[in-house]
């Protein structure tokens, strides 16, 4: 079994079929096709992609060739995140031949760290004699944060050293630049990750002084005197990015300094990587205040400025949050990345308050928001991920050419697919934790999973069809020594439910989502907890102008969609209404394997207009339609075509 550090949890997989167990596939793509595809992008051998030359920097920096640094100034973190993967595939099951291609790759990185431990392919390469001169657009220590996760994660899945021993080499040289002492720079960087990163460290090692650099980070963030106006003046005011140019403090949340803010601001994906490490840091130094920060804007993103597949960021200008309720459902962004970092959010989160508000985020962005990232052959991505598609006006609008009616071969900024495959790889840390003296069970995954509590281990083996089907099926393999409360999960979405503990109901009412099952357990004990899982229609908030008047189609966790591949061209037509039956049903042969809901709707009967008007007084007549329904995650895996998630309602 995997090692299980700081309370984390260990799982197993379980051997049930394709239906009965939803993630088992995804990891299994990401060890058999995802990385052994990313890893042939990183070597630019994929014809037709945009090279990468991310090894072959690293080639440059190490001595071992001669040639220019390529890509964009963060190139690095697509290696790191690359072995990070690794290592947590390595956890689940060791595999000597991708171990070994690892191994080569951290020996490659060891050769090109400078002799103080600096590690930047770009500052060594291209700008040499210019390192910590342009922390605001530089991400220097963005990849360092980036390698410090590869290397504790590979150490905690291999035991060895030589990776984390590059990340601990590289993080001493950033404590003795950086901080409040005399001679050091009292910078930060642009975009956070080296905060949780470091927190990653400090528990990995043991080392406090990590833990209270990271806070010192993000204690900096945003005080006066402002440090990128002070070192874009000593820099003599050029730019490495110029388009950062239209961009005030608020993008790198430095508006004003991190405890003070109240609401997401800037880049999505940087508030998400900022606030995990606050979230992070307010549990280890039992910080009220910065507690209070991460829960006033964790309120604020997803009360106000999320979508309903858990996407977050709404301009396609920054990448970034706008205003409350502002969440255009055809120009959005949605980064894959920014889903990603809400799910390590959210973990973090519970860790500082085991409150199911925030599971049920988490799991809203497994299935939804951060999945539809990757297609079902693991070997094409989306960056942008939309609520409606029109291949036609995505092509021609100039406003709309961020979003991809269909999934990319890779990207140029490719930080999306490296941080989906890390993400699906760890999944074992999402899924369960033993918090304040209870065993929780956070999300409802096939396997074996193993929380330590303070009575000793309590292996649970859950099998279910979840999220197609409500039924979670929990035995226990292993039981705590003393009395232990065992704490499920009640999904949000679930109005209806009924739990068993040995075959007789379990009377109870949930707190903070969880229902707990307090008794001595032995390893003969069996729990069922049973979801109802209805057809639901979704309605958004009054305010948001784009979902007015429509719904959007749900059952459980998953989020559903239209495809044009199912229901034709012109879905915006199409009106359901309620009271309608639905029915749901599984199929074997679609999307590989899915459960697709089928309902009643009109569609516009476009003979009733007064052809060749483009506008009229007269209305439109309607005809009777059926649809069908699929999960959004799965969308965009039959070719380009049309789709919906907001449905117009009304006859």
């Not at 590289?170 to 956070?192: E, N, Q, V």
Request: hydrophobic content about 40%.
């Amino acid at each position: 079994m995997p090692r299980s550090l700081h309370g984390q949890v260990a799982a197993l997989d379980s051997e049930l079929p394709r239906e009965r167990d939803f993630w088992k596939p995804y990891r299994d793509l990401v060890v058999r096709t995802a990385l052994p595809y990313q890893w042939e992008v990183l070597n630019d051998r994929v014809p037709g992609v945009e090279p990468s030359h991310a090894i072959r920097n690293f080639r440059i920096a190490a001595g071992l060739e001669h040639g220019e640094f390529h890509g964009y100034v963060f190139q690095d973190s697509d290696v790191a995140k690359w072995l990070e993967t690794v290592g947590y595939c390595l956890m689940r099951q060791r595999d000597p031949v991708l171990e070994a291609r690892a191994d080569e790759v951290i020996g490659l990185v060891a050769k090109a760290q400078q002799p103080d431990g600096y590690l930047n392919t770009y500052y060594t390469v291209k700008e040499p004699g210019r390192r910590w001169t342009n922390l605001h657009e530089g991400h220097e220590l963005y990849c360092a944060g980036h390698f410090i996760e590869a290397g504790v994660a590979y150490h905690e899945a291999t035991g060895k050293g030589a990776l984390l021993q590059v990340a601990t080499g590289y993080a001493d040289l950033i404590s003795r630049t950086f901080g409040p002492g005399p001679g050091k720079l009292r910078g930060y960087c642009g975009h956070p990750e080296i905060e949780l990163a470091l927190v990653k460290l400090s528990e990995a090692t043991g080392e406090r002084r990590y833990l209270e650099l990271a806070l010192w980070f993000v204690d900096e963030r945003g005080r006066e005197p402002y440090y990128f106006d002070l070192e874009y003046e000593r820099r003599g005011r050029t730019r490495l990015m110029p388009e950062f140019r239209g961009f005030d403090r608020s993008y790198l949340q430095a508006h004003v300094p991190v405890r003070e803010q109240r609401t997401a601001e800037g880049h999505a994906v940087r508030v998400t990587y900022l606030y995990s490490a606050v979230a992070d840091l307010a549990r280890l130094a039992a910080d009220a205040g910065l507690a209070a920060a991460a829960v006033r804007v964790w309120d604020n993103a997803t009360r106000r400025r999320m979508y309903v597949t858990g996407g977050i960021g709404s301009a396609a200008v920054g990448e970034a949050f706008t205003s409350d309720y502002d969440l255009p459902t055809d120009t959005m962004y949605a980064e894959t990345c920014a889903s990603v970092g809400m799910a390590f959010w959210a973990q973090r989160m519970l860790k500082l308050d085991a409150d199911a508000r925030y599971a049920d985020v988490m799991e809203l962005e497994l299935y939804n928001g951060a999945l539809s990232g990757m297609s079902l052959d693991g070997s094409r991505y989306f960056y942008v991920n939309p609520l409606e598609s029109v291949p036609e006006r995505t092509a021609r609008n100039p406003g709309l050419r961020h979003v991809k009616p269909a999934r990319q071969p890779w990207y140029a900024c490719a930080c999306c697919p490296s941080n989906l495959t890390r993400l699906i790889a760890s999944l074992d840390r999402y899924i369960g934790s033993a918090l304040g003296g209870a065993a929780h069970v956070h999300l409802y995954v096939s396997g074996t999973i193993e929380l330590p509590t303070e009575a000793g281990p309590f292996r649970l083996e859950q099998s279910t069809a979840y999220p197609y089907e409500g039924t979670v099926r929990i035995a226990v393999r292993n039981a705590p020594t003393a009395e232990t409360p065992l704490r499920l999960r009640i999904p949000g979405w679930c109005a209806d439910w009924r739990c068993n503990v040995n075959g007789a109901p379990w009377a109870g009412s949930p707190r903070k989502g969880y229902l707990e099952i307090r008794r001595q357990w032995s390893a003969r004990d069996q729990v069922e907890l049973v979801l109802d899982m209805p057809v639901r229609l979704l309605r958004s908030h009054p305010r948001i102008r784009s979902t007015a008047g429509k719904v959007c189609i749900s059952r459980g966790p998953l989020i559903y969609c239209l495809e044009e591949a199912d229901n034709g061209p012109l879905l915006h037509e199409l009106r359901v209404s309620e009271p309608t039956e639905w029915s749901t049903r599984w199929e074997p042969g679609l999307l590989g394997g899915t459960m697709v809901i089928r309902g009643a709707a009109t569609r516009v009967d476009e003979s009733s207009w007064d052809e060749p008007a483009l506008y009229s007084t007269a209305s439109t007549a309607s005809v009777p339609a059926r649809i069908l329904a699929v999960p959004y995650a799965l969308w965009a895996n039959r070719g380009e075509g049309e789709m919906l998630v907001w449905i117009s309602s009304g006859a």
